[in-house]
């Protein structure tokens, strides 16, 4: 069995190229999904491509895969799709696309298989698989895809001045691709990007967010960035970031480029953490930074208050992008504001008191917030960048026994060994501590509700069974009980 036709040697692929063949039309699977097949990564959709109407595909093998699939048809787009398994079935009629220079939409028409392989972006997106039983595991690959996958380029099969300016999106797939994958973009394809840069503008929000997301989730998105900065594509995507570039100088006196200093930290928290709102809160923690920028001869650069600054431009930058507006977006807010706030509590003395601030500040987002301030140590003197990752490590101590101790008191239980000795009547002694330790037991394993009355009720339980009487009148009145002092 060939290499490919064992990549796809599973019953849906030989049902569905089953279906095809009663049908008499010729159907394979195509672009992203052979892309990440060949290279061993998993993908949640499948494309089906077939000459001929892809809906009625759709249709004959949603019967012959069950009774109960339904089809999603979207009619003007000649598509449809359907849910197997947690997969998502996309068919499609093969079809050829021509571009007016004044309007956004193709003009699509019926077509080869050879022209719906051509009017795809990348020759890594441009291959497929053939499914028919006579021919099944055939490569299609017009435009020497194999060879690029291999080899780790980003090349478009055709004309890349054409390509880009048809669709500007494909830019930023380019980008997104290098980023994802760790690919280099070939140097004609990069040089059309540069040149069609301009043809951003027409681009929907919506569209752009999507592969901004998937730069954001990479291993290492600074490489797309730094790929949207040659290209001269930033401006369009994220205007601020794009500000924060370059080093002025006074008097002798520069301050860091904010916008690679950014870069190394958006890297520095991906490698720590995969949750995409922290790696957002990295990419914007200095973006107020342009805007409060000052300089006097007494301290040099300044940037006052850049961090709420920085955190009041969070909403407008998400709202044009059409990021979430919610919870996602209060924690970026919250850790660009509060970035400084862990290295100045390491500056002066780490106090109980300070840190329970902080924690009760940053609340569940406490630990993402000393990744972005370690992550924010970019200090190239090493000496310097020791010293304060190990004075974040007694930070991180210090929330850790903040926690603990707060954790202790949360479970404390309900009622004291005096409350004991007055509801049975007892002295201090060996009983009393029984009762006390086992009430204790429970109250820590959450065996009781965390409540007065659970906590009466297990005690006059436990007491019958040792032959001890309690009566719940004679407990002292709560709140006229003097409060036991908890220290800080
Ligand atoms: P992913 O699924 O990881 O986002 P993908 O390449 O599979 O990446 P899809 O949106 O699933 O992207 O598209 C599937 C295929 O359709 C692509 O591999 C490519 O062949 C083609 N395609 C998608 N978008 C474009 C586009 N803007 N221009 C040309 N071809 C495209
Ligand atoms: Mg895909």
Not at 53 to 80: E, M, N
Not at 187 to 201: I, K
Not at 314 to 323: D, E, Q, S, Y
Not at 429 to 442: A, C, D, N, S, W
């Amino acid at each position: 069995m060939s290499e490919y036709k064992q990549l796809i040697d599973k019953p849906i692929f030989h049902t569905i190229g089953r279906v095809a063949d009663g049908m008499g039309r010729e159907a394979y699977v195509v672009g992203g999904f052979v892309r990440d097949l060949l290279l061993g990564r998993p993908s949640k959709d499948i494309d089906f491509v077939t000459v001929g109407s892809g809906i009625d595909l759709a249709r004959a093998s949603a019967r012959a895969l069950g009774q109960h699939i339904k089809v999603t048809v979207f009619k003007s787009f000649g598509t449809a799709r359907l849910a197997w398994h947690g997969t998502e079935l996309e068919f499609v009629g093969a079809r050829r696309e021509s571009y007016d220079r004044n309007s956004r939409n193709p003009i699509v028409e019926d077509g080869t298989l050879d022209e719906d392989i051509a009017r795809r972006d990348f020759t890594i997106n441009a291959m497929a698989l053939c499914i028919n039983a006579d021919r099944f595991g055939a490569l299609v690959d017009n435009y020497n895809g194999l060879d690029d996958l291999k080899a780790g380029i980003i090349r478009t099969p055709l004309d890349p001045d054409i390509t880009f300016s048809d669709d500007p999106l494909r830019i930023l797939r380019a980008v997104r691709f290098a980023t994802q994958l760790g690919f280099r973009i070939a140097p004609e394809t990069l040089m059309a990007m540069a040149r069609n840069a301009g043809r951003m503008t027409i681009l929907a929000h919506e569209r752009i967010k999507d592969e901004l997301q998937k730069i954001m989730a990479s291993p290492k998105p600074s490489i797309g960035f730094v790929l949207m900065m040659k290209t001269g594509v930033l401006p369009y995507v994220l205007p601020e970031l794009e500000a924060m570039s370059g080093v002025e100088t006074r008097h002798g006196r520069g301050h860091k480029d904010n916008f690679y200093h950014t870069l190394e930290v958006l890297d520095n928290v991906a490698a720590r953490t995969s949750d995409i709102w922290t790696r957002w809160g990295a990419l914007l923690h200095d973006i107020g930074k342009p805007v409060t920028k000052q300089w006097d001869a007494k301290n040099g650069w300044t940037f006052h208050n850049h961090n709420f600054v920085g955190s009041k431009m969070v909403p407008r930058i998400f709202r044009r992008l059409g990021l979430p507006l919610g919870e996602e977006m209060r924690k970026v807010q919250k850790l660009v504001e509060l970035h400084m706030r862990p290295i100045a509590l390491v500056e002066d003395e780490v106090t109980d008191s300070a840190v329970r601030r902080l924690a009760n500040y940053a609340e569940e987002d406490l630990e993402d917030l000393m990744i972005l301030a370690r992550a924010d140590i970019t200090s190239k003197n090493l000496e310097k960048k020791q010293r304060f990752l190990e004075n974040f490590d007694i930070v991180d101590e210090k929330i850790r026994a903040v926690r603990a101790l707060d954790l202790d008191r949360a479970f404390r239980p309900a009622l004291d060994g005096f409350d004991i000795m007055a509801m049975f009547g007892l002295p201090q002694g060996r009983e009393v501590g029984t009762l006390m330790k086992e009430l204790t037991r429970v109250s820590k394993d959450c065996e009781i509700e965390p409540t007065r009355q659970a906590a009466i009720d297990f005690l006059l339980d436990l007491g019958t069974r040792m032959g001890l009487h309690g009566d719940p009148s004679l407990l002292p009145d709560p709140a006229t009980k003097p409060k036991k002092k908890t220290s800080n």
